[in-house]
C-alpha cells in the first residue's frame, strides 16, 4: 500500500510541479510586473530560466524518487513473495 | 535590402559540407545497423541505448528543422508569447517518463499504440495507429518541406528538384539505418545543431556589438535598452491568461501523444537509463531552446536597430540571413548543414514511428502469426513508403511549417494522449471509452480546425486556430471526459461484460507498474476519475466562452 500511494503522489504532484515550471508564462500573465532582472524584464527572463534550469532541476529530482519507488515496489513485491512461501510450506 | 534574395555566393561550398555531414550519418548508420535482425532492434534500438546518447538523440529528435527555420520566424511575428507558448515544449520527455514512459518501457512497448492494443483491443488500436500515422506524415512533411526549402532558397537547386533528389537520399538512410542507426546519429546531429546554432549566433552578436556574445543563449541584456527604445512592445505578452493556459491542453498533453518522443524512452537499456536520459535531455534542449530565443531576439534587433528588412516571406529564414550578412560564407554553410542536421533527425524520428505503426499495430495486429523476418521486411518497406508519401505531399506545400506541426500536437493531444495516460493510471478505462474518445474527440479538433471548414473556429484568430490552442482546449478534455463516462457506464451494462476483457486489463495495469501480485485498491480511484471529469468539464465550457482576440 504504501510504495503505491507514494508512486501515485509522486506522479502527480510531480506532474504539476513540471507544468507550473514550463508555464511560468501563464502565471505572469495573471499577475504581470514591471519588475527587472539580470538587466531583462522579469516575465521574460524567469520563464526562460525556469523553463531550463527549474525543468533541469525538476528531472534530477524526479529521477531519484522515481529511481527509490521502484526499489520498494520491488520490496514489497519480494516481502509478498516471502509470506505466500511461508503460507505455503 | 528589400526584396534581396538569401543566397550563398558559393553553392558548392554548402553542397560539399553537406555531402561531407551525409557521409558521416551514412557509416554511423550502416555500423549501427549491421546488428538490427529484429523488429526489437529496428524500431528501439535492441532497448540498450546509453543514457547520454539517449538524453541527446531525445533531444535532436525533438528538435526539428522548426528550430533553424520556423521558430525564430515566429518569434519575428509574435515576439515574446511564442517564446512562451515555445518554454513548454522542453517538458515534452520528462513527462513521457514520470507519466508513463517507464511503465511502457517494463511492458516492452514498440510504440504507444502498441500499449493501447494490449489495453483496449485491436479496434482501438488501429484507430490510434491511423491517427498517428496522420500525426507522424504532417509532421515528416513539414521537414521534407524545409529541407527542400533550404536547398531551394541558399543553393539555387529548385525546390522540386531538391525535394526528390534530397528526399530520396534521406529516406534511404532511415531505411537502412534503423533505430540503432538513428539514435546513434541522433546524438551526433544534437551536437551539430548546438555547435551550429550556438557558435555562430555569438559571432553575430559580437558583430552587432554585444557584450555576452561569450554565451549567447543567456547574455544579451546590454541589447535589452535599445530594444525597448526601438520596439517598445517587443516583451509585451498580448494576450490574455486563457491563451497561456490553453498552451497546456494543445502542445503539453498534446507532446505526450506524440510517437517519436515516447519511441526514445524505449530505446533506454534500463527505467533507471530512461530517467537519466531525461536529466540529459532537460540540459541539452534548455541550452538549445534558449540560444533560440537569443536568436529570435538578435534577428528582432537587427530588424529594429540595423537597418536590416526581412520580407514576410523570408520570415523563416531568419537564421541564415543573420548568418549570411555578419558571418563568412563557410559558417553559413555549416550552419545549413546543423539546420539539415535537425530536419534529419526528425525525420528520422517520424518515419520509424510510421514504419512501427504500419507494421507492428496494423498489419502485425491484422495478422498476428506473420514470422519476425516478415514483419522486419515490413517495417523496412513501411518507413520508405511513409518518406515517399511526405516527398509526394510535400510537392504542392501548404503555407504553413512550423504551425503545421504544432496543430499535429494537439492532434496527438486528442487522440492518443488520453487513452494512454488513462489506461495507465485507472483500470475501469475500457475499449468502449477509448473508441468514443479517439474518434469523437479526434473529429471535433480537425473540425474546428481552420483547414477543413475556415468558418467553424473558435477564436478567428488565424495562428492560435492553425496552431490547433483553441481546437485542442476544446476537444482534449472532451476526449478525457468521454473516456472515463463512457468507460464507466460500459462497466456497469451486463450485457457488455462478454465484449471487455477485465481481468486482463488489470494484470496489465499491476504488471507494468512493477507489481507481481494483484490489488484492488491500486489505479481504480473513482474520486481521481471524477476529478478529472469536473476539471475537463470546466475547461471545455471556458474554450467554449468567447476568447476576446
Known sequence: ?89 | MEGQSWQLDNPILGLVVIALTFLLFYVVGYISNRKSSSAKDLYVGGANVGAITNGLAMAATYMSLATFLGITALILQLQVPFIMLWIQLILAIPLITIIYGTSLRRMGAFSPTHFIRDRYGVTASIIAALFMILVSIMYALGQMIGIAVTFETLLGIPYVTGLFIFGFIIVGYITIGGMAGATNNAAIQMVIIALMFILPLGAIMKAIGAEGWYFPPLLYADMVPAMLESLPTFFDYQFSPKWYFSIIPALTIGALGLPHLAMRVYTASSLKSARSAMVWFAFILGLVFSATYAMGFVGVFATATQGITISEADADKLTIILNLVYNPEWVTALVIAGAISAGLSTLSGNLLAIGALISQDIIATLKPNISQRVSLRIGFVAIFLGGIASILLAIEPPAFLVVSILWAFGLAGVTNAPLIIVGVWWKEANKFGAIAASVVGGIIYIVVSPFVFPSIVLTGHSVTDGMGLSGAMLAVPISFILLIVVSYITNRIPGLASKLTKQSDIELIERIHGWTDIKSYRYNSTIGAGITVLISAGVAIWALMPWGM
Open chain 1, 1 to 89: 500500500m504504501k510504495a503505491y500511494k507514494k508512486e501515485v503522489q509522486f506522479t502527480i504532484w510531480m506532474t504539476l510541479a513540471f507544468i507550473l515550471v514550463g508555464n511560468v508564462g501563464l502565471i505572469f500573465s495573471i499577475f504581470p510586473t514591471d519588475a527587472m532582472i539580470f538587466g531583462f524584464p522579469a516575465m521574460y527572463i524567469v520563464p526562460i530560466l525556469m523553463g531550463w534550469f527549474g525543468v533541469f532541476i525538476l528531472t534530477l529530482v524526479a529521477g531519484k524518487i522515481g529511481n527509490r519507488i521502484d526499489d520498494e515496489i520491488d520490496r514489497e513485491n519480494e516481502s509478498l513473495s516471502e509470506s505466500d512461501e511461508v503460507k505455503g510450506v
